[in-house]
């Protein structure tokens, strides 16, 4: 009898082992075309997935063009692949089978659902939009393009600088604005349409409109339910307005001042001993901004190098929930992922009511994120809304060369 046990325990474990196998053993490491599904259009993008050395989750990798974004750590579900986006309170969960994903991007608010799209991707497509040698068009979309957004339900508008290069088919750019940039865009042009597409786990973003004589009209989809009309004309000299005059200190105000906890409970203010005699950069930021991460990148290993020059950094983050049991977590993975070592505090929620109050010598905080540089004596000496990220090409190459030239003279000055 008990040799009988034995026997069924060892075939239901192999058993299991089988289950277990059919779809992790059988995941293909390398890129796959990813689709989400809205309003009867596919948002096309490419990840690569490779399983990790333990054997039992994967590295995954959404490509925007040039960039290679790292999700969080991936593992199996039973037969489900689950790629964690955990600072964008966003997750895939997709069922594997041979050469092909099938299941649900989704949104979360507080650990629940909030909404979704569907979700597939198959095995070694390695082109968004067209097939190699499918698009073809004369059209030549390169250049600067003066545009317009426009919320058809509340008519508001957001003016912003397409910046597009494109070789042969190909297209690659971002769009500008005062606010911050829509990041790496990657797609094509067929016939007398543009398509552009880009995920990075908090945005996903579906760009299409029609090409005309110097001029663009399409649409924008973006998220799970956003969409906007779009406008573009062909301007060698299209500009936006000085990012460094639309936030500002307040009349009759002269410093910034706080007192905000991090992560392990510590209060940090500017009048601590850390910061005085110093340049300070104040970053104000968001977990759950990918701008904001874009800018992290950068000012992470600039601080790191440029410390012991006498500069300090604090960023403030603003998220979503303004208790620390909920976003300190959130805090915290930002840190460890972009390795910062600066101070981070939880300032409040982003809201305007929140910024306000714990920002009130400012006129108003209108981008995440926003960077305030401070001199030696504790003044304001110039306020940076938005970020120009890589994906902007030169924009971005601007800013670093600007940025360093300000924080020499900060650093130099007596």
């Known amino acids: 009898m008990r040799a009988i046990i034995s026997g069924v325990s060892l075939l239901f474990l192999v058993f299991q082992i089988g289950c277990k196998s059919t779809s992790e053993a059988n995941l293909k490491?390398?890129?796959?075309?990813?689709?989400?599904?809205?309003?009867?259009?596919?948002?096309?993008?490419?990840?690569?997935?490779?399983?990790?050395?333990?054997?039992?989750?994967?590295?995954?990798?959404?490509?925007?063009?040039?960039?290679?974004?790292?999700?969080?750590?991936?593992?199996?579900?039973n037969d489900s692949l689950v790629i964690t986006m955990q600072l964008f309170d966003a997750k895939i969960v997709a069922k594997a089978?041979?050469?092909?994903?099938?299941?649900?991007?989704?949104?979360?608010?507080?650990?629940?659902?909030?909404?979704?799209?569907?979700?597939?991707?198959?095995?070694?497509?390695?082109?968004?939009?067209?097939?190699?040698?499918?698009?073809?068009?004369?059209?030549?979309?390169?250049?600067?393009?003066?545009?317009?957004?426009?919320?058809?339900e509340t008519g508001d508008s957001t003016q912003a600088l397409g910046v597009l290069n494109q070789t042969g088919t190909d297209v690659t750019g971002s769009f500008l604005t005062t606010t911050g940039d829509y990041r790496y865009l990657t797609g094509?042009?067929?016939?007398?349409?543009?398509?552009?597409?880009?995920?990075?786990?908090?945005?996903?973003?579906?760009?299409?409109?029609?090409?005309?004589?110097?001029?663009?009209?399409?649409?924008?989809?973006?998220?799970?339910?956003?969409?906007?009309?779009?406008?573009?004309?062909?301007?060698?000299?299209?500009?936006?307005?000085?990012?460094?005059?639309?936030?500002?200190?307040?009349?009759?105000?002269?410093?910034?001042?706080?007192?905000?906890?991090?992560?392990?409970?510590?209060?940090?203010?500017?009048?601590?001993?850390?910061?005085?005699?110093?340049?300070?950069?104040?970053?104000?930021?968001?977990?759950?901004?990918?701008?904001?991460?874009?800018?992290?990148?950068?000012?992470?290993?600039?601080?790191?190098?440029?410390?012991?020059?006498?500069?300090?950094?604090?960023?403030?983050?603003?998220?979503r929930s303004d208790k620390p049991e909920v976003s300190n977590p959130k805090i915290t993975k930002m840190i460890e992922r972009f390795k910062i070592n600066y101070p981070v505090v939880l300032a409040g929620t982003n809201t305007d009511e929140a910024t306000a109050k714990a920002l009130p010598m400012l006129n108003k905080v209108m981008s995440y994120p926003t960077t305030i540089f401070i001199d030696k004596k504790g003044k304001v000496r110039e306020i940076h809304t938005g970020f120009s990220g890589p994906g902007t090409g030169k924009y971005y190459d601007e800013f670093v060369n600007e940025f360093n030239t300000l924080m020499d003279k900060l650093i130099a000055e007596k």
């Open 29 to 77: 490491n390398g890129i796959w075309r990813a689709t989400l599904s809205r309003d009867n259009q596919e948002l096309p993008f490419l990840l690569d997935i490779s399983k990790n050395p333990d054997g039992k989750t994967y590295n995954v990798y959404a490509l925007n063009g040039a960039e290679k974004l790292s999700m969080d750590t991936a593992y199996f579900e």
């Open 97 to 152: 089978e041979d050469e092909h994903l099938k299941g649900v991007y989704y949104r979360l608010a507080n650990g629940i659902v909030s909404g979704s799209l569907p979700f597939e991707a198959k095995f070694g497509e390695k082109y968004t939009f067209f097939k190699p040698g499918e698009a073809k068009s004369s059209k030549n979309v390169t250049g600067k393009w003066a545009t317009v957004f426009i919320n058809e």
């Open 188 to 319: 094509s042009v067929n016939g007398d349409s543009l398509f552009l597409s880009t995920f990075d786990g908090s945005n996903a973003k579906l760009f299409k409109a029609a090409i005309q004589d110097r001029k663009m009209v399409g649409s924008l989809k973006s998220g799970l339910k956003a969409s906007r009309t779009w406008t573009a004309t062909l301007d060698p000299n299209a500009k936006l307005p000085d990012a460094n005059s639309l936030t500002f200190i307040k009349p009759g105000a002269e410093r910034v001042d706080f007192k905000f906890a991090d992560v392990s409970g510590k209060e940090w203010s500017l009048k601590d001993p850390q910061f005085a005699g110093k340049p300070v950069i104040i970053q104000i930021m968001g977990s759950w901004c990918p701008n904001c991460m874009d800018e992290t990148n950068f000012l992470a290993p600039w601080y790191d190098k440029n410390k012991d020059r006498g500069v300090e950094i604090i960023g403030l983050s603003f998220e």
